[in-house]
């Protein structure tokens, strides 16, 4: 009779005998030697966060903790990738048994070994964005529903529901109510959608990107074997970025470290600021709560900036009632005071970044070590103008350009058509945003159209509604509405008191239809619809539509020549970015745009202390990505969304918050 022979695992024994008061300072060194229990790592920003968990699996290694009894948890393959490296340089050989990776890795390798518990085969598939949007289509399709006549939301943005219920652990109408109002009706056929979406993920042997840690913590909590067999594993527990855990993470940290208690979280609630996208901010400002006789651990020297940028980043988040005292001290000599610059107009603040961006080149400043940071994608709308005229190169570290994003070319393109009715590609993308229109109708609608444009321009007045209406029996059944608003809104868009205007021609688009279509396309619609609102206002500046066209049109073809021509200089590029998409990152010089009250912090955000509190944290954030010098910049005159509204501006709340010796203010004047 065979019998199993179990091999163990072999690692060469770990002697490494690092001098850690040496290596680290005091705060540091604290942290990492730390007797086994609960223990809490407030690591404020530049502060050497990454070092510390480095040393810490070092100092376990040389206690005698197996490499195998490690769990080192990140957020981004890349953070675990680094982290893994460093392991392995600072020991000199690869622990290979170590478990270091990011939460939904290590669900993948727990789940690939039990997944038979849960009614799944160790082969399973794990779904990516797309291949769950067209699952999520084929559940809509089998159900029936009549998409056209409820404005039923996209399967993208039903993936992005059931993403943000799993993981903030809430039913699907409290994440309607909160977060896409507008669906709320619809809230029990979007939960029979999600039912079913889950029976074909488990019939189809799939599972999505959530499903890794959801059915990862229903794994541990149904089978009490399992959990066991993990808890005796993991003697000891470390967490990377602890701020950003959602509610699930939180709970499979509870899970995982329940018998021993050997947990290390370490990261900065002063830079919780993915709460939309379902961080819970509470697991690290309750972890003394939850974890009894917790130790908490403060590192405070910051290695990335000066003394006058760190103190002016201390007054910042002064005023969060909601947080673990810290005070950041520099390691660095002393610098030049931020700045703070009133500008007149959007317009001026964007020559003003510009200007100061070639005389810091002037001075030795590489461009690519100068990022300009804002709240939301449209602040930065005159900036890119500027940059573009002054033949300064930038790249949009946080996605695409704005005048590049879809909705602001589905937009255009309404525009385009009114100039100029022969244009094949606008009236194609037009018409491609109707419901049941895709390449082969469109190609057919436009070749109806073509044929009927020409007449329809020699009678005069409402040309495209007549052409339009010639066509009417070549559109699908599906698009018998949208087509007759189409028709409504062309007729609108040509009449000479909305012709005359950009900014009124956008304003109508929007509201003749276009912000349904974002709604039910788009998760974040609200940020689209602030971008078009925006762009109604940026196009007062210009006299005609033909000119406001044109300048997009050189936009987006500079841009074009960039991709192509640029590319290989690209860290000779100035960075613009959103502050979300900057965390983690540092520049010798920043810029932070647009701190005006209804922008930054945003107007939804100060409807609530939290939402207010964590608009706060951005603003930290921005500041801390600053090495040498930080500028911080708002317009006193914004244009409105209508034509010739000057809206007035308020210092943003956080200015106010700042004290003013921390600061040097600038007057702009005029050259004389």
Excluded at 160 to 181: C, M, R, V, Y
Excluded at 220 to 244: G, I, N, P, S
Excluded at 386 to 398: G, H, Q, V, Y
């Amino acid at each position: 009779m065979a019998r199993d022979y179990v091999l163990q695992p072999f690692s060469t024994p770990v002697h490494l005998q690092i001098d850690y008061a040496k290596e680290l300072n005091a705060q540091q060194h604290a942290a990492v030697t730390a007797p086994p229990g609960p223990a809490l790592v407030i690591a404020g920003a530049g502060s050497g966060k990454t070092r510390t968990l480095i040393y810490r699996v070092a100092f376990l290694l040389e206690q005698g903790i197996p490499p195998e009894r490690i769990l080192l948890l990140t957020f981004t393959n890349k953070a675990a990738r680094e982290m893994m490296r460093r392991v392995a340089d600072l020991l000199g050989t690869e622990m290979t048994t170590l478990w270091g990776g990011t939460f939904h890795s290590i669900g993948n390798r727990v789940l690939r070994r039990h997944s038979r518990l849960l009614g799944y085969k160790p082969d399973f598939s794990i779904m990516d964005r797309e291949d769950a949007k067209d699952l999520l289509q084929a559940c809509v399709d089998e159900m029936q529903i009549d998409v056209k006549a409820t404005r039923f939301p996209k399967a993208e943005v039903l993936g992005d529901i059931f993403s943000l219920a799993s993981n903030k652990e809430k039913t699907i109408p409290e994440i309607l109510g909160e977060q896409f109002p507008y669906f709320s009706e619809l809230s029990e056929q979007i939960a029979l959608v999600k039912t079913k979406y889950v029976d074909r993920k488990k019939s189809t042997n799939a599972m999505d990107f959530d499903d890794l840690l959801l059915l990862w913590v229903r794994l541990l909590k149904e089978h009490e074997e399992v959990r066991e067999d993990y808890q005796r594993r993991f003697q000891f527990v470390l967490v990377d970025e602890y701020q950003d855990t959602n509610k699930i993470q939180g709970e499979l940290i509870d899970l995982l470290v329940a018998r021993h208690k050997n947990i290390m979280a370490v990261g900065d609630d002063s830079q919780s600021i993915y709460s939309w996208r379902g961080a819970h901010f509470q697991n690290i400002v309750n972890f003394p709560e939850r974890y009894v006789n917790a130790k908490l651990y403060r590192i405070e020297t910051n290695y990335r900036s000066t003394p006058e940028i760190l103190e002016l980043a201390n007054a910042a988040i002064a005023a969060n009632a909601n947080q673990f005292e810290k005070h950041l001290t520099a390691a660095r000599k002393s610098g030049s005071k931020p700045v703070l610059v009133m500008c007149d107009s959007g317009d001026q603040q964007a020559a003003f970044v510009a200007q100061r961006m070639l005389e810091l080149r002037d001075e030795g400043v590489a461009l690519n070590n100068m990022a300009v940071l804002y709240r939301s994608h449209f602040h930065a709308l005159e900036l890119q103008m500027e940059l573009t005229r002054r033949n300064i190169p930038f790249s949009i570290t946080s996605g695409i350009r704005f005048f590049e994003q879809a909705h602001v070319k589905d937009v255009a393109a309404y525009l385009k058509l009114v100039t100029n009715p022969r244009d094949e590609l606008s009236f194609k993308r037009i018409v491609r945003l109707l419901p049941g229109v895709g390449g082969k109708t469109a190609d057919k609608l436009w070749a109806c159209f073509n044929t009927h444009i020409d007449a329809a321009l020699a009678e005069g007045a409402n040309a495209l509604a007549r052409a339009l209406q010639k066509c009417t029996g070549s559109a699908p059944k599906k698009s018998a509405v949208a087509w007759a608003q189409l028709m409504a809104t062309t007729a609108q868009l040509e009449s000479p008191d909305i012709r005359s205007s950009a900014s009124r021609m956008i304003v109508l688009v929007l509201e003749a239809g276009y912000e349904e279509y974002l709604k039910e396309r788009y998760a974040n619609f609200q940020d689209r619809r602030e971008d078009l609102e925006r762009l109604a206002g940026f196009a007062q500046r210009f006299q005609t539509i033909e000119e406001f066209l044109t300048q997009l049109a050189l936009q987006t073809s500079v841009e074009e020549a960039e991709e192509t021509e640029a590319r290989p200089k690209e860290d000779e590029m100035v960075k613009l970015s959103t502050i979300h998409q900057s965390k983690g990152l540092e520049f010798d010089v920043v810029f932070i745009i647009m701190l005006c009250d209804g922008l930054f912090p945003s107007s939804r955000s100060i409807e609530s202390i939290e939402g207010e509190e964590e608009e706060r944290r951005l603003f930290y954030v921005a500041i801390t990505r600053a090495r040498n010098e930080l500028y911080l910049t708002y317009p006193f005159l914004r244009r409105g969304n209508h034509p010739g509204e000057e809206l007035r501006q308020r210092p943003s709340r956080f200015l106010g918050e700042l004290p003013k010796e921390l600061l040097d203010e600038w007057n702009l004047r005029p050259y004389s």
